[in-house]
């Protein structure tokens, strides 16, 4: 630490820069604590007005042009799918959300096998575009769903690599002391056409822990969502085909849909059922994801604008917001000498942070410019961040085959305690309560859980307190609510 009475977080912290020098240098000051939820979304390298930038983006289509070419002429082994299309996470630039440490599961088998079933059919005219200005990867995930922006972000990250090494080298070079960078041997950083083989490199970078860190440019992040996206898509999806020209493909794409509609009128009109049908149109007609992509493409200024608003936002309430409640908790020394089982050491983490958003103005961090972020990830960041000097291994989402529970604190296989974090206006709160954590305890083996619901309006205190009359679990211990309301507190004004 660089100073005994404050919790090193950041990148500027751990090598001693002030957060200024890599904010001027156009990087993202990233937790070392927790991944953040910011992403490298490829439309901004398409779209931007820096040459360097197109010219990433020219060989994320280069590498995906071989694959295709490759896929025509060959049956690939699975030997060849794991080195041509199988990556690892690049843990090291902190960014994704994974909140405990920066660990991520990467591109896997399933990635592989969307990504090459679909080269022949989506991306057959990639450099050829006759619809849209440009070639995109985020067609994947238009044409495959549970093909999200983890995956695109990870693909896009994984072939610019290169670049990442660069960028940070370079300023690793000129503000960080040399005790505090190490040379090393970077695995999969650029792809050689001429003996098809992923190639090593050297680097000078920033050693944490024995790892490297990478630094990204804030202009190409974003947050929630690339700017191409199946969710736009199929939310936009009737609009679509009066852009179409060709009057035949408008007609039967139009009848397509219409046919894939239920005959009930109430089901008919549903939102998930027109959501359906235009899933099974996009997958019958997949031409018409270029009608979309060229609306996106029409509008490219607008999603700078929004992912620099997205960064601007994350960088408020990441960096400056919670850098009072990393405070708080490094002058909240005995609170780390916390003993007890797992069920004690979470409990009483759970009502330190409960202390501090209702009492200490910790609330502040869920408000921007006056108004309230509801996310559940955001209490789990912070939730997070209580984490540290404990002997318990703490994991997020563990998924066990029935579903993911946002921590599981652990001491071997005897002494496991889940907790789960709630929004009061979650639509499925109630189902939650009855059903879904015991799933998650059945599923992990162990009986002990903390339910955590956080709420910012009266309305919503009066929801969840109905909810557990009709549950009978008003006086159950293990739920904890979280009043996060500003009109309540006496330094609302300051917020």
Not at 30 to 49: E, R, Y
Request: net charge neutral.
């Amino acid at each position: 630490m660089t100073n005994n009475n404050i919790i090193d977080v950041y990148f500027s912290d751990f090598f001693e820069v002030s957060p200024e020098t890599v904010e001027k240098y156009g990087a993202f000051n990233v937790s070392l604590l927790a991944d953040l939820p910011l992403f490298i979304d490829p439309f901004l390298l398409f779209n931007s007005k820096k040459k360097s930038y197109r010219q990433l983006h020219d060989k994320i289509i280069a590498y995906l042009m071989f694959l295709r070419d490759k896929s025509v002429d060959e049956a690939l082994s699975s030997g060849l799918i794991n080195v041509w299309y199988r990556f690892p996470e690049v843990k090291q630039n902190w960014l994704g959300f994974s909140a405990t440490g920066n660990r991520g599961s990467g591109l896997g088998r399933n990635f592989a096998i969307a990504l090459h079933k679909n080269l022949h059919r989506i991306f057959t005219d990639f450099g050829d575009e006759r619809v849209t200005l440009g070639s995109h990867l985020e067609k994947l995930c238009l044409i495959e769903q549970g093909v999200g922006r983890d995956n695109i972000s990870d693909f896009t990250t994984n072939l610019i690599h290169e670049f990442l090494l660069e960028y940070t080298q370079a300023f690793a070079k000129k503000h960080i002391a040399p005790k505090l960078r190490k040379k090393f041997v970077v695995s999969k950083v650029r792809f050689n056409y001429d003996t098809e083989t992923w190639e090593n490199g050297l680097y000078d970078l920033p050693n944490f822990r024995g790892d490297y860190v990478l630094l990204t440019p804030s202009d190409i992040l974003t947050k929630d969502d690339t700017w191409i996206n199946r969710p736009e898509l199929l939310e936009r999806f009737e609009k679509l085909p009066a852009a179409i020209e060709n009057e035949q493909l408008r007609a039967q794409v139009n009848n397509y849909f219409l046919k894939r509609l239920p005959r009930d009128p109430k089901q008919r009109n549903a939102k998930k059922y027109r959501q359906a049908a235009a899933a099974a149109t996009i997958n019958e007609f997949p031409e018409i994801i270029d009608y979309y992509i060229r609306s996106k493409e029409e509008r490219g200024d607008e999603a700078e604008d929004l992912s620099m608003a997205r960064v601007e936002e994350s960088r408020d309430l990441y960096i400056i917001q919670l850098r009072q409640l990393v405070n708080d908790l490094a002058t909240a020394t005995s609170f780390y000498k916390i003993g007890g089982d797992t069920y004690e050491e979470a409990m009483e983490r759970v009502l330190f942070l409960k202390d501090i958003i209702e009492n200490k103005d910790g609330y502040r961090v869920f408000y921007l410019k006056g108004h309230p972020i509801e996310r559940e990830e955001d209490l789990q960041i912070l939730y997070r961040l209580t984490w540290r000097g404990t002997p318990s291994d703490m994991n997020r989402e563990v998924n066990n085959g029935r579903g993911p529970v946002d921590y599981k604190v652990s001491r071997g296989a005897a002494d496991k305690t889940l907790v789960e974090f709630k929004l009061a206006t979650n639509s499925q709160l109630k189902r939650n309560l009855v059903n879904q954590v015991a799933i998650y305890e059945k599923a992990n083996d162990t009986n002990k859980s903390i339910k955590v619901i956080l709420y910012f309006t009266r309305t919503d205190l009066y929801r969840v307190q109905k909810i557990l009359r009709e549950l009978k679990l008003t006086d159950n211990p293990n739920i904890v609510l979280i009043d996060a309301r500003r009109d309540n507190k006496p330094s609302a004004s300051k917020a």
